[in-house]
């Protein structure tokens, strides 16, 4: 009787068993297959990630600047800013990737795969930063602002620029960085295989064979640097100028123009007060509203504007009354991002009816701007005025 009533029970506890361990069997093949499906999904992502960013590398040597306008918007169009827009849009997506690459779990699918692909994505999205900050810090670029974010957030090119030799040192350790988790990749792929309920995912190599003629390889990311360093478009360009002057109270009749207007290039000018001077209404105090354009590739800070104004009465005649022979006035001119323009407001002096004055607008040069043998072009405006009785 006992042995019935155990042999029953054994026959329960091994049906048991086997209905448990088909569930977990389909269950395993669930969740792997899910998984499959999401992480597909993500190094899908990341080919097209490292895609863009081997063409970027391959094409910047090559990059040209966009012809400016006589009065360019606050778009960017210089050969810098699209390779910095590029870099900053490889940055954003590995990062995505490999956040989301640890987000897709739990369920957690059978074997290494997860923690694998993890490990792949981080270790792309950190050569990607690293490539950018090694262009960066050889051309002195600087990550674009991002729209909302925090002030401050975004790092400036204040540091020291990198030679050749150690950004060519730089570049060649994110190739070799980037093969790394290619070879990784390959067992994440060759694991998932392997699986009981197998994982299958695609193929996914941002330094594909031969790897020395892969853009993003040691090899060809180490002589990308000297390659850079030729690139005319790609190196700074400074060129801070006046693109408009007006006069407050505007001129009633003009000898020369009572508001200047200039461009970038070679339409950059720097005016000259005639001999018949700008005649202004009866006022007790003359304004100047101007317009600075950054007409270069790189951000321009820390320039000033100095307004000069002085008695220009033919001789003979006697001084204007104290207080109203003019002075010297300087004012900060705010950061300048590049092909845009930041307005001006000086302040007004006080000047005396029946008087001429000279007006100088002066703009100081930036380091690294480009002076012409009779001076900087489109850094100084002058005026000439009468102040009507």
Aim: hydrophobic content about 45%; aromatic content about 4%.
């Amino acid at each position: 009787m006992w042995a019935l009533v155990i042999a029953f029970a054994g026959v329960i506890v091994v049906g048991s068993v086997a209905e448990i361990h088909a569930q977990s069997a389909g269950y395993r093949s669930s969740v792997n297959s899910g998984y499959a499906a999401l992480a597909t999904q993500v190094v899908t992502s990341s080919n097209r990630t490292g895609g863009d960013l081997a063409a970027l590398v391959r094409r910047a040597p090559t990059l040209a600047n966009g012809a400016f306008s006589r009065y360019p918007s606050s778009a960017l169009r210089s050969a810098r800013a699209e390779l910095q827009q590029g870099l900053d849009r490889a940055v954003d997506d590995a990062d995505q990737q490999a956040s989301q690459a640890a987000h897709l779990v739990p369920p957690y699918p059978t074997g290494p795969v997860s923690s694998g692909l993890t490990a792949v994505m981080a270790t792309r999205a950190t050569a990607v930063a690293d490539l950018r900050t090694a262009i960066d810090r050889q051309l002195g670029m600087s990550p674009l602002p991002v729209a909302g974010a925090p002030a401050g957030t975004t790092a400036t090119s204040s540091a020291a620029l990198s030679t050749i030799g150690e950004a060519s040192s730089a570049m060649a350790s994110v190739g070799r960085l980037l093969q790394s988790a290619d070879r990784a990749y390959r067992v994440v792929a060759s694991s998932g295989r392997a699986q009981p309920a197998p994982i299958r995912l695609p193929r996914s190599a941002w330094v594909p064979d031969p790897q020395s003629t892969a853009p993003l390889g040691a090899t060809q990311l180490a002589a990308l640097a000297p390659a850079l360093a030729g690139s005319g478009a790609l190196v700074a360009f400074h060129q801070l100028v006046i693109t408009a002057a007006g006069l407050d109270p505007a001129a009633v009749t003009t000898g020369a123009p009572g508001t200047v207007g200039t461009g970038c290039g070679v339409d950059a000018q720097s005016t000259v007060a005639g001999t018949t001077p700008s005649v202004l209404p009866p006022t007790a105090t003359l304004g100047v509203a101007l317009t600075v354009t950054n007409c270069g590739t790189v951000e321009e800070s820390g320039e000033t504007v100095t307004e000069t104004l002085a008695p220009a009465d033919p001789a003979g005649t006697a001084l204007p009354l104290p207080g109203r022979r003019g002075g010297v006035r300087r004012v900060p001119v705010p950061t300048v991002a590049p092909v845009s323009s930041v307005a001006l407001t000086l302040p007004p002096m006080a000047v005396a009816g029946g008087h001429r004055y000279t007006l100088d607008l002066t703009l100081s040069v930036p380091p690294g701007q480009r002076v012409n043998p009779d001076g900087a072009a489109g850094t100084t405006q002058q005026f000439l005025v009468q102040i009507s009785p």
